[in-house]
């Protein structure tokens, strides 16, 4: 099948892209933990919840509340130990590169101790 996406909109692009990279490959980039508290998705969470931020470029609509990447959640692996760790995707990362992933206290200290303040790791859509 080709697509041409030249003739669609900004959304059904974005959206394609999130479909694809979420199924089929791995994002890399640094880890990093943030405080919790009132999300882009609308709802709040604490320090202790498994949920993470990632960058503006996976976010497809101009209301994060009913963005689509609201409802997904991620696995994110540090390489160098083989750990992972299931997190809610519930926040935007407006200081996150493509790739970046800044999670929540919770899952950060189930890959690494908070001192180390950022690492590199793999993530991808679950």
Do not use: E
Request: charged share 20%; glycine share 8%.
């Amino acid at each position: 099948m080709h697509l041409n996406f030249s003739k669609m909109n900004t959304f059904t692009t974005s959206a394609i892209f999130l479909l694809c990279v979420g199924s089929i490959h791995a994002m890399s980039g640094d880890a990093t933990y943030y405080d919790l508290g009132m999300t882009a998705c609308g709802q709040v969470y604490s320090d202790n919840d498994l949920v993470a931020a990632i960058g503006k470029n996976y976010w497809t609509t101009g209301n994060p509340n009913n963005d689509p990447v609201c409802q997904k959640r991620a696995r994110v692996t540090d390489p160098q130990i083989g750990k992972s760790v299931t997190v809610q995707i519930k926040d935007k990362c407006m200081g996150c590169k493509s790739g970046d992933i800044d999670l929540s206290r919770a899952a950060f200290k189930q890959l690494r101790d908070l001192s180390v303040g950022r690492f590199k790791v793999n993530w991808n859509f679950v």
